[in-house]
């Protein structure tokens, strides 16, 4: 037997026109394998937004509260274009002082700074030779 391929919103389709057509939110369950608790989802939606409220909805995060704030990233920035062999420790000098975290994150992401590996004065490269 062939599987059968459906799209999601054909399948909510069919179970609002089930719930309309009488069955219980029980036999739905059943009938399409899912949760009651989503029955219910799809109906309250269905009531409150018509067919529209059976599209998936964006999972985004509206507001990203732990983001640094875009002036001090425009100043690290800055910094870095002013002093190319600044690494992030050395732009994260600023005042206020970023976590040095946000600082190799904001000018990596840029690609202002690159991870070469353990510096050659670094304990990891005197102990093995090969580490340059």
């Known amino acids: ?8 919103m054909e399948e909510r389709l069919k179970l609002i026109a089930d719930w309309l057509a009488g069955y219980s939110v029980t036999e739905l369950s059943v009938i399409y394998g899912v949760s009651r608790k989503t029955i219910y989802k799809w109906t309250e939606r269905y009531d409150r937004l018509g067919q529209d ?5 964006c999972r985004a995060p509206v507001s990203h ?4 704030d875009e002036e001090i990233i425009s100043r690290l920035v800055e910094a870095k274009q002013l002093h190319m062999n600044w690494g992030p420790e050395a732009a994260g000098l600023l005042e206020p002082a970023p976590v040095p975290d946000q600082v190799a994150f904001c000018l990596y992401s840029r690609k202002m700074a690159q ?3 353990p510096c050659q004065g ?3 490269a005197q102990e093995d030779p090969g580490i340059q």
Do not use: F, I
């Open 53 to 57: 409220g059976l599209k998936e909805l």
């Open 122 to 124: 670094s304990a990891a």
């Open 1 to 8: 037997m062939p599987w059968r391929e459906t799209a999601p």
């Open 115 to 117: 991870t070469t590996g």
């Open 65 to 68: 509260p732990n983001q640094t």
